[in-house]
């Protein structure tokens, strides 16, 4: 079920009417988030709503014994197993293929003629997401630094519709305690829950679609077709249409979980006025790269035991979750590449000035970008290729439309966020059948301007 849908609406207004009438009744207010949760899910394949209970009731049990044994070996095999049974999912599911057709090519590549069964397993959308939140979720409460939840309101946090399928990835610290906290319409912020879904049905509807559509697919699919300005500027697009896309998510996910009472946190922070990598990786998907940071950097050793660990540790954390964005060559060479970013960023300890700093991150941002969107290692050999051996200055064919969209969204990037502050207090004040009716008529404005069609979020196939 897509957000920028008439189905999700109508969804959506149901459930947020429903939930709102049981403001006293915690217990049935969760029940009835469960299940509407679950039907979200269904919505897109039953079958699979089984898998996210199946994860539930693995992740909960697990939870509750680790709070009641005491001697370690019994700890540390609990864990070990609550997480591998995540990790083989997740890795069944996602990665089975990617192996086989992997460990076939390699036989082939010694001269073993090999006929490994083909795997044709369907990926469930958001595995990746509450997998990792169901991985925390134990890791926490193993560490002492959680307790077991009760049983519904880790079900609820698990399967929570908003961010379910493309996070933000929520810790269960940051979500349950809010599920028990009174909820009333008084201190609901409707505005900025409005301007959230407003600026991201903008962002997917207006600026992803439009330029995939308009330059994107093309340049990646044909990019003999293009000069190197032309790739380039796709490149760019690109760049611009994936954050748009996932933020565009990460907006409405937030606004609509505010309308309910819930606060999610933030995913995302201008990445591209970024000065360094580092920095990108402090502003984008901020819930994945947290994640990695406590559960697998750390874990790993961290800073800890030298230069030459600390640099083993940043880039297998790297490379594990360039593995995590997709089962192909491509999004491992991906994290790789940023781990060796990262590395030489430590290494050399380089100062650039401020203007050209950024200019650098974003340009090496974008190389990466090229391996992510690619559909192979060769079709990404063809962009570059393309990107350097075709700068004439014939007309092209470009749009100025996408052109300017491009520059635009960049320039957002560089917005004082202090600035709107303000704004959105002042606004808070007006009555809410203002804003309501503000919101249809932005609604009125999208579905005549917007392109036709609304396609699948990127980050669902992760």
């Known amino acids: 079920m897509l957000f920028p849908t008439f189905t999700f609406a109508l969804f959506f207004i149901v459930v947020l009417t429903v939930g709102w009438f049981m403001p006293g009744r915690r217990a049935w207010w969760k029940l009835f988030m469960l299940a509407a949760s679950y039907f979200f899910y269904a919505y897109w394949d039953a079958r699979f709503v089984g898998l996210i209970a199946a994860s539930t009731v693995v992740n909960q049990t697990a939870a509750v014994w680790l709070a009641r044994l005491q001697h370690p070996g019994a700890r540390r095999a609990v864990v070990s197993l609550a997480v591998g049974a995540n990790l083989a999912s997740l890795g069944f599911f996602k990665y089975a293929g990617f192996f086989v057709d992997s460990a076939e090519s390699a036989l082939e590549g010694l001269g073993i003629a090999a006929d490994l069964p083909l795997l044709n397993i369907i990926l469930p959308v958001g595995i990746s997401f509450f997998t990792f939140q169901a991985i925390s979720y134990v890791l926490d ?38 599920l028990n906290e009174p909820r009333t319409l008084r201190h609901t912020d409707f505005m900025r829950a409005t301007v959230l879904i407003a600026a991201g049905l903008f962002k997917k509807m207006v600026v992803a679609t439009y330029l995939a559509e308009a330059l994107v697919d093309d340049v990646f699919a044909f990019p003999e077709r293009f000069s190197s300005l032309e790739v380039l500027l796709g490149v760019y697009g ?53 994640w990695l940071r406590d559960y697998l950097y750390i874990p790993l050793g961290g800073n800890r035991g030298g230069e030459w660990r600390r640099d083993r540790n940043l880039l297998v954390t790297m490379l594990l979750g360039g593995l995590w964005h997709g089962a192909a060559w491509t999004f491992v060479l991906w994290g790789a590449l940023h781990g060796l970013g990262l590395l030489v960023e430590r290494r050399l300890g380089l100062r650039l000035p401020g203007i050209v700093a950024r200019l650098v991150t974003f340009h090496f941002v974008c190389f990466g970008w090229i391996l992510f969107r690619a559909e192979s290692l060769g079709a990404a050999g063809s962009v570059l290729a393309r990107l350097f051996s075709a700068w004439t200055v014939e007309p092209t064919q470009l749009t100025w439309v996408a052109v300017a969209l491009i520059v635009a969204a960049l320039a957002t990037q560089f917005w004082p ?3 709107t502050g303000p704004t959105l207090r002042a606004a808070s004040h007006l009555p809410v059948l203002v804003t309501a009716l503000a919101f249809a008529f932005w609604l009125v404005v999208l579905e005549q301007f917007g392109p036709e069609g609304v396609a699948p979020f990127i980050y669902f196939q992760f």
């Open 141 to 178: 409460v193993y560490r002492g630094d959680a307790e077991p939840a009760k049983p519904l309101d880790f079900a609820v946090y698990l399967a929570f519709f908003p961010q379910l399928v493309a996070g933000p990835i929520v810790r269960a610290h940051e979500l349950i305690p809010q």
């Open 238 to 290: 690109y760049a611009i249409q994936i954050y748009a896309d996932f933020s565009g998510y990460t907006d409405i996910a937030i606004g609509v979980a505010l309308l309910m009472g819930i606060r999610l946190p933030d995913n995302f922070n201008q990445p591209y006025r970024a000065a360094s990598i580092q920095d990108f990786w402090r502003r984008w998907h901020m819930s994945l790269s947290r």
């Open 417 to 419: 966020r202090a600035a």
